[in-house]
């Protein structure tokens, strides 16, 4: 029961504290390499407990995103809650990929994720994105063994083992 | 988008259902968008949610506060020593100027005030501190830390010790969020000062920089010259630095010539910044004079508006004091004949 608790504390924290992550700015020549974190840290639970992670959480983690973010209401839900599903859908093979396969995995996905950002800013009216709008999904995919080994190691310490 | 629907995995296959699902909140997430790009009303949500919103920017400013704070206790004495010499000199310039424009200022006063017109040269401004909170890569937007509850509204005019930076756009309780002017979605009428051509400067898609897309092939423009606030439109009150023109080229099209400018205010580095309260004058006729007619003394009507005739003055005067259009202050010379 308790165990139950700590692990739903921890889900929940690691999700608040991608959102704070979001938030915090780079110093200036820095911030176009400041990866998604809401999508790194929402892939990393995909593929250790996909039963935990439904389209229905990234949706709301998505206007969630979106409110702190005060772009446009639902432009971060659609997002995520469409690489949560391509990732839900490839998982049984994502999760015993060699890390740096599935770097590479998180690129595509990451890239995908600016095609549709970009797609959904064009259609509202904005012009083309500089350049550096690209850098971000290489950031997170050299980050990403980073993170999935930091918060692997963190929940092995914490002892929270699901299933 | 690439959904893979026929692929067949064995381990997890809630296939249609899952299908389903996706385009539900797929779809939700469309009208979602774009019931707010129509209406808006994401600001209303935040207003509402502003409760949990606002200590979320609190805490997430912390960490380049406490940065700036850091830099400063760490910084050396001898940087210390050097920036704080510069202010002094800086404030004792600034000082000098200051005592010598006063007297012109007070002289323009009074001419203005001979003239009707009605913008001052006194600054009605408040303080606002930023908070470091990122509003999304490629957004030009900075949050500051007050909002509605120190009176502050959207529309209000954003600068810094060197020029306008921006103006508010949304406001809630403690907070408000400002738009660059570098913001490709933002435009501020402007006129080069050397020359008084009126133009549009626009934010820059690549960010840091102006365009001045449309300018005549005729006018004079060179690299160097300084933009100032027009004041046309209503929103931005004229005479305020923008920002300096840094090169001018022909468009492709060949009609127009454009201009890149770089903006006058520390856009990145600024952490205080004033916050306009008088707004430029509103565009459109001023109201009408209220008390227009015929003096009370030929028509003795007992509803007529007050516009007491002044007892030492002669009748004939009195058709010319009640012309003063009604926004004129009370401090203006054609006001005195109220009692």
Not at chain 1, 95 to 115: H, I
Not at chain 2, 136 to 153: E, M, P, S, W, Y
Request: hydrophobic letters at 45%.
């Amino acid at each position: 029961m308790n165990k139950v608790r700590v692990r739903q504390l921890w889900f929940a924290a690691t999700l608040l504290l991608s959102l704070f992550l979001m938030l915090i700015p780079l110093p200036g020549p820095l911030t176009p390499f400041k990866p998604y974190w809401p999508a790194l840290i929402l892939l990393y639970w995909c593929l250790q407990s996909g039963d935990r992670v439904t389209l229905g959480l990234a949706f709301c983690l998505g206007v969630g995103a979106d409110l702190f973010d005060g772009v446009l209401l639902g432009e971060q839900a659609l997002r995520l809650t469409a690489m949560v599903f391509i990732a839900l859908r490839f998982r049984s093979r994502l999760r015993f990929f060699p890390m740096w396969q599935q770097s590479l995995a998180v690129l595509g996905l990451l890239l995908n994720d600016r095609v549709l950002l970009l797609l959904i800013r064009v259609f509202g009216g904005d012009p083309l994105p500089p350049p550096e709008y690209w850098i971000s999904p290489l950031v997170g995919a050299v980050l990403w063994p980073f993170v999935f080994l930091i918060l692997d190691d963190l929940r092995a310490r914490l002892r929270i083992h699901d299933t | 988008m690439a959904l893979n629907r026929d692929e067949q995995s064995p381990l997890f296959a809630p296939g249609v259902a899952g299908t389903l699902r996706l385009i539900v909140y797929l779809a939700l997430a469309c009208v979602l968008m774009v019931l707010d790009h129509r209406g808006g009303w994401l600001s209303n949500v935040r207003y509402g949610l502003s409760i949990v919103v606002e200590p979320v920017y609190r805490i997430a400013g912390l960490p380049s506060q406490g940065f700036q704070a850091a830099t400063v206790a760490f910084a050396d004495r001898q940087r210390l020593t050097e920036s704080n010499q510069r202010l002094r000199e800086d404030l004792l310039l600034a000082n000098a100027k200051l005592n010598r424009m006063a007297s012109v200022a007070e002289q323009n006063q009074r001419l203005k005030e001979l003239l009707d017109t009605q913008h001052s040269l006194s600054l009605n401004v408040q303080l606002a501190r930023l908070i470091g909170v990122d509003l999304g890569t490629f957004r030009h937007r900075i949050v500051l830390n007050v909002g509605a509850r120190d009176k502050v509204q959207a529309g209000q005019v954003v600068i810094d010790a060197r020029g306008v930076m921006g103006q508010i756009v949304e406001v809630m309780p403690t907070t408000s969020v400002a738009m660059l002017i570098t913001d490709p979605n933002h435009a501020i009428p402007v006129t080069v000062e050397r020359t008084g051509l009126r133009t549009v400067a626009y934010g820059s898609r690549a960010g840091d920089m102006l365009v001045l897309p449309n300018i005549p092939v005729s006018a004079d423009v060179q690299a160097g010259d300084k933009l100032v606030t027009s004041g046309l439109g209503g929103r931005f009150p004229p005479g305020f630095p923008v920002g300096e023109v840094r090169d001018v080229a022909q468009t492709p099209s060949g009609t127009f010539l454009s201009a890149q400018a770089k903006p006058a205010a520390d856009l990145d580095r600024s952490e205080d910044v004033l916050l306009l309260h008088d707004l430029a004058e509103q565009d459109g006729p001023p109201p009408l004079a209220p008390n227009a007619g015929p003096p009370s003394g030929l028509a003795p009507d007992p509803n007529a508006p007050t516009t007491p005739v002044t007892p030492t003055l002669p009748k004939v005067t009195s058709p010319t004091a009640t012309q003063v259009p009604a926004r004129a202050t009370s401090s203006t010379p054609a006001a005195g004949t109220t009692p």
